[in-house]
Protein backbone atom coordinates (compact mmCIF):
# COMPACT_ATOMS: atom_id res chain seq x y z
CA UNK A 1 0.00 0.00 0.00
CA UNK A 2 0.94 3.16 -0.33
CA UNK A 3 0.78 5.76 2.67
CA UNK A 4 -0.20 9.38 1.87
CA UNK A 5 -0.07 12.24 4.47
CA UNK A 6 -1.42 15.94 3.44
CA UNK A 7 -2.34 18.39 6.34
CA UNK A 8 -1.94 16.09 8.92
CA UNK A 9 -4.52 14.05 7.28
CA UNK A 10 -3.46 10.54 6.26
CA UNK A 11 -4.66 8.19 3.75
CA UNK A 12 -3.68 4.58 2.05
CA UNK A 13 -4.01 3.24 -1.03
CA UNK A 14 -4.20 -0.40 -1.56
CA UNK A 15 -2.01 -1.90 -4.02
CA UNK A 16 -2.17 -5.42 -3.96
CA UNK A 17 -4.73 -6.02 -6.53
CA UNK A 18 -4.20 -2.97 -8.60
CA UNK A 19 -2.70 -4.96 -11.20
CA UNK A 20 0.37 -3.81 -13.71
CA UNK A 21 -0.72 0.01 -13.82
CA UNK A 22 -3.10 2.02 -12.20
CA UNK A 23 -4.12 5.80 -11.25
CA UNK A 24 -5.96 6.64 -8.76
CA UNK A 25 -7.28 9.97 -8.16
CA UNK A 26 -8.40 11.49 -5.08
CA UNK A 27 -8.55 14.55 -2.54
CA UNK A 28 -6.58 14.65 0.62
CA UNK A 29 -7.23 17.57 3.18
CA UNK A 30 -8.41 19.91 -0.19
CA UNK A 31 -5.08 18.79 -2.17
CA UNK A 32 -6.28 16.97 -5.81
CA UNK A 33 -3.66 14.02 -6.19
CA UNK A 34 -2.92 11.27 -8.25
CA UNK A 35 -1.19 7.57 -7.36
CA UNK A 36 0.60 6.28 -9.85
CA UNK A 37 1.36 2.31 -9.63
CA UNK A 38 3.61 0.34 -11.97
CA UNK A 39 2.77 -3.64 -11.45
CA UNK A 40 6.43 -4.63 -12.81
CA UNK A 41 8.62 -3.02 -10.89
CA UNK A 42 6.27 -2.58 -7.30
CA UNK A 43 6.29 1.02 -7.52
CA UNK A 44 3.74 3.64 -6.41
CA UNK A 45 4.26 7.52 -6.10
CA UNK A 46 1.96 10.48 -4.99
CA UNK A 47 1.87 13.60 -7.57
CA UNK A 48 -0.13 17.28 -6.65
CA UNK A 49 -2.69 16.90 -9.64
CA UNK A 50 -1.71 20.83 -10.66
CA UNK A 51 1.03 22.60 -12.26
CA UNK A 52 0.72 26.54 -11.81
CA UNK A 53 -3.00 25.89 -10.83
CA UNK A 54 -3.70 24.33 -14.21
CA UNK A 55 -6.02 21.07 -13.12
CA UNK A 56 -4.85 17.69 -14.61
CA UNK A 57 -6.73 14.70 -14.93
CA UNK A 58 -4.65 11.81 -15.44
CA UNK A 59 -5.22 8.06 -16.04
CA UNK A 60 -3.45 5.09 -17.00
CA UNK A 61 -3.01 4.37 -20.38
CA UNK A 62 -1.79 0.99 -21.34
CA UNK A 63 -1.39 1.48 -25.06
CA UNK A 64 1.54 4.61 -23.83
CA UNK A 65 5.06 3.04 -23.73
CA UNK A 66 6.16 1.60 -20.78
CA UNK A 67 8.38 4.63 -19.79
CA UNK A 68 5.47 6.94 -19.92
CA UNK A 69 1.99 4.49 -18.88
CA UNK A 70 0.04 7.88 -17.86
CA UNK A 71 -1.91 10.46 -19.48
CA UNK A 72 -3.67 13.79 -18.85
CA UNK A 73 -6.86 14.40 -20.78
CA UNK A 74 -6.80 17.78 -20.70
CA UNK A 75 -3.30 18.69 -22.52
CA UNK A 76 -2.71 14.85 -23.67
CA UNK A 77 0.61 14.93 -21.85
CA UNK A 78 1.94 11.60 -20.99
CA UNK A 79 3.69 11.26 -17.64
CA UNK A 80 6.79 9.02 -16.10
CA UNK A 81 6.58 7.39 -13.15
CA UNK A 82 8.96 9.76 -11.99
CA UNK A 83 6.67 12.68 -12.92
CA UNK A 84 8.23 14.08 -15.95
CA UNK A 85 6.27 15.14 -18.60
CA UNK A 86 7.49 13.50 -21.97
CA UNK A 87 5.25 14.84 -24.88
CA UNK A 88 2.26 16.57 -25.42
CA UNK A 89 1.59 20.33 -24.47
CA UNK A 90 3.41 20.22 -20.53
CA UNK A 91 6.75 18.44 -22.26
CA UNK A 92 9.52 19.33 -20.16
CA UNK A 93 7.38 19.91 -16.64
CA UNK A 94 7.67 17.68 -13.09
CA UNK A 95 4.89 16.76 -10.91
CA UNK A 96 4.97 18.27 -7.50
CA UNK A 97 5.69 14.94 -5.30
CA UNK A 98 3.13 14.88 -2.36
CA UNK A 99 4.62 13.25 1.32
CA UNK A 100 4.27 9.24 1.10
CA UNK A 101 5.49 6.02 1.45
CA UNK A 102 5.16 2.46 0.37
CA UNK A 103 5.09 0.17 2.75
CA UNK A 104 2.74 -2.92 4.60
CA UNK A 105 -0.47 -1.42 5.77
CA UNK A 106 -0.01 -2.99 9.14
CA UNK A 107 3.36 -1.04 9.75
CA UNK A 108 1.09 1.80 8.42
CA UNK A 109 -1.74 1.42 10.10
CA UNK A 110 0.04 0.58 13.85
CA UNK A 111 1.31 4.09 13.28
CA UNK A 112 -1.16 6.02 11.94
CA UNK A 113 -4.67 3.86 13.21
CA UNK A 114 -6.76 6.50 12.33
CA UNK A 115 -6.23 6.63 8.50
CA UNK A 116 -8.50 6.46 5.87
CA UNK A 117 -8.86 3.53 3.55
CA UNK A 118 -8.65 4.80 -0.02
CA UNK A 119 -12.23 3.09 -2.19
CA UNK A 120 -11.88 3.05 -5.79
CA UNK A 121 -15.64 4.04 -6.86
CA UNK A 122 -16.76 3.23 -10.57
Request: charged share 25%.
Amino acid sequence: MLGVEIGGKRKAYPLEDAGKLACFTDTIDGQPIAVFWYGPTQTAVAYSTQINGQPLEFYEQPASPETAPFKDRGTQTRWTLAGRAVDGRLRGKQLKWIDSIQCRWYAWSAEFPETELYEKTE
